[in-house]
C-alpha cells in the first residue's frame, strides 16, 4: 500500500468527527465562526483540529495567531500540524507562504491537490473533532475535502439575516444535499448589535433569512451571534474569546453551540468510528 494512502487511513479512524463550516456565501464570518467553534470545543475539553481549505483567503493561521509558524516533520516523515494550545492543531497553506500578502495563484488541481495532502501527508493526532472552515462557494476545495473524507460527520451552515445572503446559502444546502453531507444545524451570525449604553438590540441587517432557511429545509438553529466588538478584536490579534472573564455574550453562545455539537447523535462516538 502507498505510505500517503496507509497515513490517510490512519488519520481518519484517529478523527472521530469531521465537520464543515460552510455558506457559499463570502462576508458572512464563516472563518470567524470555525475559529471560534474550535475553541469553544477545545475549552470544553475536547482534542480539536482545524483545517483551513480557503486556499486563496486563509485566514485561520492570523485568526489563531499562529501565522509564524513553520510547518515540521515527524519522524516518520509526515507534517506535523501547527500546535495551537494543548490539545489544538492547525493546517493550513498559509504556513507555506513567504508573507501573508504572497497570493496562491494556483489551479483547480493543484488546489485539490493541496487539500488532499493535508490528510495525506499531515500526522494528525487523535482528535475529537476536526473543523474545516471552507471557502465561498461549492466548487473544487468542497468536493475534494467530502470525498477525501468519506464520511464526513456534518455541515454547520453559517448565514447572515438578509434575504440577499440566504440566497447563496440555499446553494449552498442543496450542494450539500446532493453530496450526502447530513446538516448538523444553522448559525446566525451578525444577527443584531446590542447598544453599551442602553442595551437596546439593533437590527442592523434586514432579519428574516434564517427563519425562511429552517423552514424551507428543515435546518436546526444552533445559535445566534450578535455583533460584538471582541469577535473583531479576537480575530486581529489572534486572542481567545474564551480567556475574558466574564465571558461576553457571543463566547456564551459558541460555548453553547459547542455543546450542541457535543450532544448531537450524528456525532461518531469512539467505538463507531469506522471510516471506509
Known amino acids: 500500500m502507498d505510505l500517503s494512502t496507509d497515513n490517510k487511513e490512519k488519520n481518519l479512524k484517529r478523527i472521530k ?78 504556513f507555506l507562504l513567504e508573507t501573508d500578502c504572497t497570493p496562491v495563484i494556483w489551479r483547480g488541481p493543484m488546489k485539490s491537490n493541496f487539500i488532499t495532502q493535508m490528510l495525506d501527508s499531515f500526522a494528525w493526532p487523535e482528535l475529537d473533532y476536526l473543523i474545516i472552515d471552507c471557502p465561498p462557494g461549492t466548487g473544487d476545495e468542497h468536493m475534494t475535502i467530502i470525498q477525501a473524507i468519506e464520511k464526513v460527520t ?28 447530513n446538516i448538523i444545524g444553522l448559525i446566525e451570525n451578525m444577527a443584531y448589535f446590542e447598544c453599551p449604553d442602553c442595551g437596546k438590540r439593533i437590527e442592523i441587517f434586514q432579519k428574516g433569512g434564517a427563519g425562511e432557511l429552517m423552514n424551507e429545509f428543515k435546518i436546526p438553529l444552533l445559535g445566534t451571534l ?17 480567556e475574558k472573564t466574564p465571558p461576553s455574550a457571543v463566547a456564551k453562545t459558541f460555548l453553547e453551540i459547542a455543546q450542541k455539537l457535543s450532544s448531537n447523535k450524528n456525532n461518531q462516538k469512539e467505538s463507531e468510528v469506522n471510516y471506509v
Open 154 to 181: 456534518g455541515a454547520v451552515i453559517v448565514t447572515t439575516p438578509q434575504h440577499l445572503a440566504c440566497l447563496d446559502v440555499k446553494k449552498a444546502v442543496n450542494f450539500l444535499k446532493q453530496m450526502s453531507v
Open 17 to 94: 468527527n469531521a465537520i464543515l463550516v460552510m455558506s457559499g456565501k463570502g462576508g458572512v464570518g464563516k472563518s470567524t465562526v470555525a475559529v471560534n467553534l474550535a475553541r469553544a470545543l477545545n475549552v470544553s475539553g475536547k482534542k480539536v483540529g482545524i483545517m483551513d481549505i480557503d486556499i486563496h483567503g486563509p485566514s485561520v493561521a492570523k485568526m489563531l495567531d499562529v501565522e509564524k509558524e513553520n510547518l515540521s516533520q515527524t519522524p516518520t516523515g509526515f507534517l506535523a500540524p501547527v500546535k495551537v494550545s494543548e490539545n489544538f492543531y492547525a493546517a493550513s497553506v498559509a
Open 226 to 242: 450578535p455583533i460584538e466588538t471582541a469577535v473583531g478584536e479576537s480575530g486581529e490579534t489572534g486572542t481567545s474569546l474564551f
